[in-house]
């Protein structure tokens, strides 16, 4: 007899949850192990609490020790959840490697993957792009996600059981201009994702892309190397997505009941349409930060 609160989803046993008076079913994340990697900011870092909140094990990865430090220590102390962490360069293949293969044996079964670390770097068109900045991105946000990927799907498929959330971006459905190797990158995301979800068809381990607009993070701080400036005027005069949105995005997708993939969630700021079409209605305005914008937005 399958376990309260279990059922038996094709082939396997899928938890499942209600509460809050919902008559839809949706996928109990309890006590499964959740990689993130890029965890030390912005859309990794909000992904991992949320994942917390739900109760999951979590395994956060990124360069950055401090950061992942002072996020363990949060999603110790508010959820109670086991967490390993690992100081970990993504473009590194042999310490990739090794951080796959020698994990703790309680972190050992990953059921949800989320290939979110990533980066783009600079807005040189095509003929004058650095060789060094494009090998990073393509390193960073493919390679990487191929060779984690390779890793940890053998045993989800052995359990028939397990979720793939890939991370990548509008610029993955459309080129800009400045973006070749970036939107490249993320073409190969998505593309990647759609391939792994018709190879694991006949298996319960779901495959998803999620595809951010804009979000404000330490993106753009990056992509313009620190100049600040450049990095603001991104989301001058707009509301931009926030970590949080995309991170809801991802537990919306892992939460589905075990029989719904979802394939790709594309997500916009409201004040954007395409990578192109970005209206700035808010730009002559002077506003001290974000909150006070959104609140001042939400008055009108
Ligand atoms: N922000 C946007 O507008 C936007 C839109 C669409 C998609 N995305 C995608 O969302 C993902 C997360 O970006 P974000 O916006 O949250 O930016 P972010 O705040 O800069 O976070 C990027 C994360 O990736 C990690 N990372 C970068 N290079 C790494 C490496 N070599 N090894 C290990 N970790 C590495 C960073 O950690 P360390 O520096 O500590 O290593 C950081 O935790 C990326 O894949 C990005 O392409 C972002």
Redesign the pocket.
Known sequence: MPPTGAHIVGGHLGQTATGGGSSYETHSLRDQVVLV????????EATALRFAEEGCKLII????TD?LNELKKKLVEQYEVPVHTAT????DSAKLDEFCSQLPPEFKEVDILVN?????LGTAPVQENSVEDAMTMIN??CTSVVLVTRHFAPGMVERNRGHIIN?S???GHYGYPGGSIYCGT?HFVRAFTDAARHDLVGTDVRVTAIS????Q???SN?RFKGDGAKADAVYDGMIPLT?QDVADSVLYAATRPAHVQIGDIILYASYQASSFSVARPLKDKQFSSLDQLAKQTSQK
């Open positions: 990697t890029g965890a030390s900011s912005g859309i990794g990865c990124a360069r950055r950061r970990l360069d993504v473009t979110n670390a990533g980066l783009a960073t946000n991370i971006s509008i610029a993320k951010p607009g804009a979000v993070t330490e993106f990056i970590a």
